[in-house]
């Protein structure tokens, strides 16, 4: 079993900053993929940005060069800097990790609960 934890979510105005983090622990061989997806009312969930193990990024076209993802992989954890938040980010961010854990190491595929993000004066 691995447990992430979600942090950072919250309100702030347009042109604000949140940094997002998630944490992942538990029975955890290897990870391989961390990332962030975001889902709006009405919407469907889409990825934000993630991190494979090698240090590739990859980013939605809407948040390139504003948003910035990243990984402490000792800690096992991903970060998420959004600067410069327009109305449009206003989403329930949730934290995905993807791996291998256990005795078996079985491949897992781990969402967090979500945190909300919300952009607005």
């Known amino acids: 079993q691995v447990q992430l934890v979600e942090s950072g979510g919250g309100l702030v105005q347009p042109g604000g900053s949140l940094r997002l983090s998630c944490a992942a622990s538990g029975s955890i061989f290897s990870v391989y993929a961390m990332g962030w997806y975001r889902q709006a009312p009405g919407k469907q969930r889409e990825l934000v940005a993630s991190?494979?193990?090698?240090?590739?990024?990859n980013y939605t076209d809407s948040v390139k060069g504003r948003f910035t993802i990243s990984r402490d992989n000792a800690k096992n954890t991903v970060l998420l800097q959004m600067n410069s938040l327009n109305p449009a980010a206003t989403a329930v961010y949730y934290c995905n990790v993807q791996g291998r854990e256990g005795s078996y190491h079985s491949v897992f595929n781990y969402w967090g609960l979500g945190t909300q993000v919300t952009v607005s004066s």
């Open positions: 991190i494979i193990s090698g240090g590739t990024t």
